[in-house]
Structures are given as structure tokens and as C-alpha cells.
């Protein structure tokens, strides 16, 4: 079975930072785009970052541009995303992802979320 476990999740106050990790098992991760998407209180789900395991190639949403790191172990099939500086409006259900594609429409599989809360 395709299992993606994301954790480290938790309540933050604005300007601190969280890494959030999804350990990723029952498919080939180096081959897949493992993406983290987040969910804030009546918004749509939206991407904040991808990372291809297999070449390091990443993409970042402008809203966490510097502020935010993804990074992959290719070892240990796990994708960590570093957040800093983080701000009320980062507050979401993150979500991690597998797919073909760095996009909503193009993953096939989702954890089940890890909710960050930042304080203002």
C-alpha cells in the first residue's frame, strides 16, 4: 500500500520555524514529484513546494520563496520542508503528495495532513 506520513507539524509563534517530514513507502519514490500542499481555513489547497528525489530539482509558491526549504533523503524515502519566518497566513493543514507532476491534478497519492498553526 502507498503510505505518506506527514509529521512535525504543530503551534508556532510568528517568526519561528517548523520542519515537516513525509516518510513515503509502497511506491518508487525516486521516479515520483513529492509535493507539500497546505489548506488554510476556507481557502482552497495549494501548492507550496515540490521536490523530484531523483535530480534535486525543486519548486517553491512565490508566498514562501526564501523563507522556505525542501529537501529529500533519498535513503530513507522521506521529504522534509523547512519553513522559517513563518506568518499567521501560513497557518494550513499541510499536506504531502506523490505524482508525476508538480501540480494539484497531477498527484496521485496524499498523506493524510499535519496542521501548522502559526500565532500572531
Known amino acids: 500500500d502507498v503510505q505518506l506520513q506527514a509529521s512535525g507539524g504543530g503551534l508556532v509563534r510568528t517568526g519561528g520555524s517548523l520542519r515537516l517530514s513525509c516518510a513515503a513507502s509502497g511506491f518508487t519514490f525516486d521516479d515520483s514529484v513529492i509535493g507539500w500542499f497546505r489548506q488554510g481555513p476556507g481557502k482552497e489547497r495549494k501548492l507550496v513546494a515540490c521536490i523530484t528525489p531523483d535530480d534535486g530539482n525543486t519548486r517553491y509558491d512565490d508566498s514562501v520563496k526564501r523563507r522556505a526549504t525542501i529537501s529529500s533523503d533519498n535513503a530513507k524515502n522521506t521529504v522534509y520542508l523547512q519553513m522559517d519566518n513563518l506568518l499567521p497566513e501560513d497557518t494550513a493543514v499541510y499536506y504531502c503528495?506523490?505524482?508525476?507532476?508538480?501540480?494539484?491534478?497531477?498527484?496521485?497519492?496524499w498523506g493524510k495532513g499535519t496542521l501548522v498553526t502559526v500565532s500572531s
Open positions: 503528495s506523490a505524482g508525476a507532476y508538480c501540480g494539484l491534478e497531477d498527484m496521485d497519492y
